[in-house]
């Protein structure tokens, strides 16, 4: 006869064994569910790992990427901007500087007008020769490369804008206010006119008889 010791403690053991063998990882086992009410990380039942902090973090960039790069547009057109005052402002002292330098010059080649006139009468009556006449030949060409130049001659067209009329005459010989007579050339510097040409202008006239000579008129005197 057996005894009932025996027989509470094999089903003491069986009804364990059924009890923890569903959730033991012996072959043929099933995975153990989780307890009601117990979080597991997804890690941990093979899920793919969520972050709600990277959720949160992504959310927040979009518009500190978009104040950056308003701030980098910003800047990038100051610096635009910068660049274009700098060099407008070099081109401004370029020019006042070249202003300054050719005022100067004028004003230095204003004050040899005098020498020039003498010069000019001199090589008119022949005395300009020899060592005088190389010097005054150099001093005209140094001016003419700083910008000096010399006008009226016999046979312009008057203009009132740069010569100065001091006689008139009347004559069929020419089409219109004409320069027959030079009695001092004019000069000027680069665009600007230092003194104008002092002249005799003819004027046509229809009823005068015209000369055999036509127009021909003397120089500087």
Do not use: C, I
């Amino acid at each position: 006869m057996q005894d009932p010791t025996d027989v509470r403690e094999d089903v003491s053991v069986e009804d364990h064994q059924e009890e923890f063998g569903a959730g033991s990882d012996a072959p043929g086992g099933n995975p153990v569910a989780p307890a009601e009410g117990v979080d597991v990380p997804d890690a941990a039942v093979g899920g793919t790992p969520t972050s709600a902090e990277g959720e949160v973090d992504t959310a927040t960039s979009d518009p500190e990427l978009t104040r950056l790069r308003t701030d980098l547009e910003e800047r990038t057109e100051d610096l635009k901007r910068l660049s274009a005052e700098y060099a407008n402002y070099r081109r401004r002292v370029e020019r006042d500087r070249e202003a300054t330098v050719s005022g100067a010059k004028a004003q230095v080649a204003g004050e040899l007008l005098t020498v020039l006139d003498d010069v000019e009468r001199a090589r008119q009556h022949g005395d300009l020769t020899g060592a005088f006449k190389v010097v005054a030949d150099r001093l005209s060409e140094t001016l003419n490369r700083a910008g000096l130049a010399g006008f009226g001659e016999v046979g312009d067209a008057f203009d009132p804008s740069v010569h100065e009329a001091v006689a008139s005459a009347s004559s069929a010989d020419v089409a219109g206010p004409t320069v027959t007579t030079v009695m001092r050339r004019g000069y000027r510097f680069g665009e600007k006119v230092l003194r104008p040409a002092m002249v005799e202008v003819t004027d046509h006239d229809p009823d005068a008889v015209p000369t055999e000579s036509g127009t021909g008129g003397s120089g500087a005197a």
